[in-house]
């Protein structure tokens, strides 16, 4: 007789896959047609993660899960000591590669392009 927990095992040889649900800081989605429409990470346009110097390594890591869902844009916001801003850095998707590149890093404003042209000087995000 099996147990609950031998059922609940992968088939040999094979790994189940770590939880891949993810809850950004930002996101930005494509205008839906139909507002009660389920969001799907095909529609995703960015998505922004604030780094405290604590959670450096985990939000770095994050890029390859946006990566492999397809998403064009991950902005890593990385925060000082202070929990002021640092440098942002702007990763854009190679989709043959299914991977984020670094694309640039902001000192001290920053310049996008996607998924629409801004400017956002640093100050501008930190003040009162």
Request: charged share 30%; proline share 7%; net charge negative.
């Given at each position: 007789?099996?147990?609950?927990?031998?059922?609940?095992?992968?088939?040999?040889?094979?790994?189940?896959?770590?939880?891949?649900?993810?809850?950004?800081?930002?996101?930005?989605?494509?205008?839906?047609?139909?507002?009660?429409?389920?969001?799907?990470?095909?529609?995703?346009?960015?998505?922004?993660?604030?780094?405290?110097?604590?959670?450096?390594?985990?939000?770095?890591?994050?890029?390859?899960?946006?990566?492999?869902?397809?998403?064009p844009l991950y902005l890593l916001i990385m925060?000082?000591?202070?929990?002021?801003?640092?440098?942002?850095?702007?990763?854009?998707?190679?989709?043959?590669?299914?991977?984020?590149?670094?694309?640039?890093?902001?000192?001290?404003?920053?310049?996008?392009?996607?998924?629409?042209?801004?400017?956002?000087?640093?100050?501008?995000?930190?003040?009162?």
């Amino acid at each position: 007789m099996r147990t609950l927990q031998e059922d609940r095992r992968p088939a040999e040889g094979l790994q189940r896959p770590a939880c891949q649900f993810r809850r950004p800081d930002v996101v930005v989605y494509k205008c839906l047609d139909d507002p009660g429409q389920k969001l799907e990470a095909s529609q995703t346009l960015a998505v922004v993660e604030v780094s405290s110097p604590g959670t450096v390594r985990e939000d770095l890591t994050e890029r390859v899960q946006y990566a492999a869902a397809g998403i064009p844009l991950y902005l890593l916001i990385m925060l000082d000591e202070k929990y002021e801003i640092d440098e942002v850095k702007e990763f854009h998707l190679d989709a043959v590669a299914s991977e984020c590149r670094l694309h640039q890093v902001h000192r001290s404003e920053l310049e996008l392009e996607l998924p629409t042209r801004a400017t956002i000087p640093f100050v501008t995000l930190t003040a009162p």
